[in-house]
Each structure stands twice: as C-alpha cells, then as structure tokens.
C-alpha cells in the first residue's frame, strides 16, 4: 500500500473511534482500549471491585462500571461493587464511582486504597497512567517505567491472588528488565497493542494475571 493508502486508514481508525466515543458518551476514545482488552482476555470475569490508576477524564471507569453492571445482573449474589479511580487531575463525577485526587506516588496512597475497600484484595486493578510525553521517546520511556514500578508495588499488595492487573508500557529499552521484574511476580504476562491504539504510538499494554504468593 501507498503513503496516501495508509495515512487514509491511519485517520480513519482515529476518525472512527473518537466518533464512537462520541456517540456513546465516553469521554475519551480509550475506552476502546479497555473494551478490546478485554474482548481478548475477559478480564472482567468475575469483578466486582476495581481501582483504575490514572483515570482521567473517565473513560476506562465508564466503561468498567458497564462490565460490571453486567456481572452484577448475572450474579445471584447481592453485591455492593466497589470502584475507585485515582489521579491528580480532577474527574467530573459518575454515579457509583468513587474517586480518589492523589498522586499515585504519594505515600499515603496505600493506607487511602486499604481503607476504601476494607482491607479486602481487589478483583481487577487497571491503569492506562502515564507521563506527559516530552517527544523524547527515550526518556519518556524510561519515565513511563518509574510509573509501571510504583503499579506493580500497589498491585503486589492489594490485587487478589487470580486477578489481573493491566499497565501501559512505552516500547523502549527499559522494557525487558520491568518485563522481566513483572515476571517474577505474575504466572501470566502478556503484551497487547489494542487496535484502537493510534499507529504512531509506542504504547503497549502488560496483562498480567495470577500473583505468586
Ligand atoms: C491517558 S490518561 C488516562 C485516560 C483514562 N484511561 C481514560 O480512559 O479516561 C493518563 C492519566 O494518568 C494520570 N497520571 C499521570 N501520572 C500520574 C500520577 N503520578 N499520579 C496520578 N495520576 C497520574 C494523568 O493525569 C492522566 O489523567
């Protein structure tokens, strides 16, 4: 295919999920991200509690409180969900969802996420948190890790021993040894690139399922 032939698909996948996005009230056209995250590995299964890290403006949490919205219909169990998004930028509120306005690195995060959910492990634990790109894909790289580094210590203490845990990575050469310390500590990671990721984006998804204890 021409120059032409893929700069035209180029915009038009972009041009299609913003117009999703749109029509469907998501506030960001990332929701699709999470959408097809989870169309490959159903990691709502089963997820009545979640803590989506870096969740500004919204979309990942409108999308999670569909899926379970879902799981609640199909449960016989009479369960309060519990979901909470943190970030430093404020959200405009949704029902039912909770939200935390805190630096994921701030000390204090842990004992705030142990109080919130009652000192119970969490069903799913989700971040699309990353760093405000400088176009130094080098450095923004090895910033995006520091952010990946601080996840997986909240996931390594507070997720459920089968849960999974999604975090977003920035290709680069600091991705193998995080890769490889996420190993360690998870049976199962995987790396994906969601469709409705932009062409030009090195962005990837880590999903990671079933802590070792
Ligand atoms: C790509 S956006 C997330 C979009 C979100 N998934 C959605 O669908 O609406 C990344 C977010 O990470 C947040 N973020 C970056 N560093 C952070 C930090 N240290 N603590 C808290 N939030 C952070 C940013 O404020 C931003 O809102």
């Not at 959200?91 to 039912?96: G, H, K, L, Q, R």
């Not at 996420?113 to 080098?138: A, H, M, P, R, V």
């Not at 909240?154 to 999604?166: D, M, R, V």
Request: proline letters at 2%.
């Amino acid at each position: 295919m021409n120059y032409m032939g893929k700069k035209w698909i180029k915009e038009h996948k972009k041009e299609h999920y913003y117009k999703n996005a749109k029509r469907h009230g998501y506030r960001a056209r990332s929701a699709y991200k999470l959408i097809q995250i989870n169309k490959k590995f159903n990691i709502f299964k089963n997820v009545f509690s979640l803590l989506d890290l870096g969740c500004a403006p919204g979309s990942w949490l409108q999308v999670s409180k569909e899926f379970i919205e879902i799981n609640l219909e199909n449960s016989k169990k009479k369960i309060k969900p519990k979901i909470l998004g943190v970030d430093f930028k404020k959200i405009t509120s949704i029902e039912d969802i909770d939200f935390l306005k805190m630096d994921i690195h701030d000390e204090m995060l842990e004992e705030k996420l142990n109080e919130y959910f009652q000192e119970k492990k969490i069903d799913l634990i989700i971040s699309d948190c990353s760093i405000k790109k400088t176009g130094n894909k080098t450095l923004d790289q090895v910033s995006q890790i520091k952010i990946c580094d601080r996840i997986l210590e909240i996931a390594i203490n507070l997720l459920k021993k089968n849960g999974f845990l999604i975090l977003k990575c920035f290709e680069g050469s600091e991705v193998p040894k995080f890769l490889k310390s996420v190993k360690e500590k998870f049976h199962k990671v995987r790396k994906f690139i969601p469709e409705a990721t932009r062409s030009r984006s090195n962005e990837i998804f880590l999903v990671c399922q079933s802590i070792f204890f």
